[in-house]
């Protein structure tokens, strides 16, 4: 089951995609290939009340890029927070610092795109995965602990 996604949150994403900061510029330009038997995947994604980074719907997969936002105790409890909601609803959020984007750029490619296809492959599996549940209606995201709090990024 879709959900709709409220014009101020399109708007956000589609802020969010035209400044992306580099290491996320970095790592897209990676991704955003459509190669033969890559993991499509789509940046700056609306999900319920939160923009994920990059997402790779059949891997059900959100990728974060963390910048020094997220380093202080209390960006790391939401965000913990926010990652157990998600693997609630099998979304796994694989978080990489900015930093190591910048030192590692393939090997942080290699992580992703290992990561989505071992996803999907696991999904694929006969009796492996189990059916994707429907997509939350919008307003279902608890936001009394600041989780699915709007905006994703690591800004």
């Known amino acids: 089951m879709a959900y709709r996604i409220s014009n101020s949150m399109r708007n956000r994403a589609g802020t969010l995609r035209r400044s992306m900061t580099e290491?996320?510029?970095?790592?897209?330009?990676r991704l955003k290939g459509r190669g033969l038997g890559q993991p499509i995947f789509r940046r700056q994604y609306v999900y319920a009340r939160m923009i994920f980074?990059?997402?790779c719907p059949a891997a059900r997969l959100a990728v974060e890029i963390d910048g020094s936002t997220h380093w202080d105790?209390?960006?790391?409890?939401?965000?913990e927070a926010r990652d157990r909601w998600l693997a609630a609803r099998r979304i796994v959020v694989l978080r990489?610092?900015?930093?190591?984007?910048?030192?590692d750029l393939g090997d942080v490619v290699d992580t992703v795109l290992?990561?989505?296809a071992a996803r999907i492959q696991q999904d694929d599996a006969p009796c492996?995965?189990?059916p994707s549940p429907p997509r939350p209606l919008r307003g279902a995201v608890p936001l009394s602990?600041?989780?699915g709090e709007e905006g994703g990024s690591s800004r």
Do not use: T
């Open 96 to 103: 990489i610092e900015a930093g190591r984007v910048y030192a």
């Open 114 to 116: 290992v990561s989505a």
């Open 145 to 147: 602990h600041g989780v």
């Open 53 to 55: 980074d990059f997402y």
């Open 73 to 79: 105790d209390d960006r790391r409890a939401k965000d």
């Open 128 to 130: 492996g995965g189990l």
């Open 23 to 29: 290491p996320e510029i970095m790592l897209w330009s």
